[in-house]
């Protein structure tokens, strides 16, 4: 992409760009440079068929189309995939930030009837909205079995930890301040696996896809920790992942709350320095 008046950085090319600004400091003024994070679409196809416009931060997109593929229901696991691709033109030239993803059942999407299952949905998805694909409420409720492992203790002073080694890991958002994460730690503070993008669902659909490529899933005995706030579609996707405990910086909405208790997942908001909240299933934090 090139626009007038910005160019990629050499901080990040793919994901940094640069900007003339105008900076006020009290009445002073100057002209300077600065970061911004990139946003661009993923258009993900099924069979060269266009499913879903996904914006994005580019980067680990073919693990971005795993996870969301999965979160979304079009696919039960890594063994419905054969491959993703990088589509190409007429021409056989690769089309940019387009991929195409080919099941090892095809769906038969010509003969199916408009909007009568989930390979007919055509939609866009913002970088705010994780659930935005669905036809119905109805459908956000979607059936998950609760987690039932009553074994995972996680000590206290493990979650305090969480916040300082997530924000060591998040490059781009040093240069940018724009950009959310999120990350799989081991239930003693390890640091597996962080992603970063414009949307936070975007980062956890990244971590699951990263799981289903790698045959490293479900995420069973891992903490997830998101930047920001947790909301429903986030609980979601950590349920889909069977992943027992997710913690943030800021506040659970009262949906994330309902459906974590509801679940078996322990949630914990606002853990910041050696305080936290656990709104939910409490008796895993020691």
């Known amino acids: 992409m090139a626009l007038s008046g910005y160019w990629r950085s050499s901080l990040d090319p793919e994901r940094v760009m640069s900007v003339n600004v105008t900076h006020w400091q009290e009445q002073a003024r100057q002209q300077r440079a600065e970061a911004l994070?990139?946003?661009?679409?993923?258009?993900?196809?099924?069979?060269?068929?266009?499913?879903?416009?996904?914006?994005?931060?580019?980067?680990?997109?073919?693990?971005?189309?795993?996870?969301?593929?999965?979160?979304?229901?079009?696919?039960?696991?890594?063994?419905d995939v054969l491959r993703i691709e990088e589509e190409s033109d007429t021409d056989g030239l690769p089309l940019p930030n387009v991929v195409n993803v080919v099941l090892r059942e095809q769906p038969a999407l010509e003969d199916a009837p408009p909007q009568t299952t989930a390979f007919e949905r055509h939609f866009?998805?913002?970088?705010?909205?994780?659930?935005?694909?669905?036809?119905?409420?109805?459908?956000?409720?979607?059936?998950?079995?609760?987690?039932?492992?009553?074994?995972?203790?996680?000590?206290?002073?493990?979650?305090?930890?969480?916040?300082?080694?997530?924000?060591?890991?998040?490059?781009?958002?040093?240069?940018?301040?724009?950009?959310?994460?999120?990350a799989l730690f081991t239930l003693d503070g390890g640091l597996l696996l962080m992603r970063e993008d414009v949307g936070?669902?975007?980062a956890v659909d990244k971590l699951s896809g990263h799981g289903l490529l790698q045959d490293a899933f479900p995420y069973t005995r891992h903490i997830l920790m998101v930047s920001g706030r947790t909301s429903f579609e986030i609980i979601q996707k950590a349920l889909l992942a069977r992943i027992p405990c997710v913690a943030a910086i800021s506040?659970?909405?009262?949906?994330?709350v309902e459906l974590a208790e509801r679940g078996g997942l322990t949630l914990v908001g606002f853990l910041r320095g050696p305080s936290m909240n656990v709104y939910t299933h409490p008796e895993r934090i020691t």
């Open 200 to 202: 936070r669902h975007n």
């Open 37 to 79: 994070t990139v946003e661009e679409p993923l258009e993900v196809r099924l069979a060269h068929r266009s499913l879903a416009v996904i914006m994005r931060t580019p980067g680990h997109d073919r693990e971005l189309a795993m996870g969301f593929l999965f979160s979304e229901g079009v696919i039960a696991g890594a063994a």
């Open 124 to 182: 866009a998805v913002s970088s705010s909205c994780g659930l935005c694909g669905k036809n119905s409420i109805s459908d956000l409720l979607i059936s998950v079995p609760p987690l039932d492992d009553d074994t995972i203790r996680i000590d206290a002073a493990v979650l305090y930890e969480l916040p300082a080694r997530l924000r060591q890991a998040q490059s781009v958002f040093a240069h940018t301040g724009g950009l959310h994460a999120a």
């Open 251 to 256: 506040a659970p909405s009262s949906m994330a």
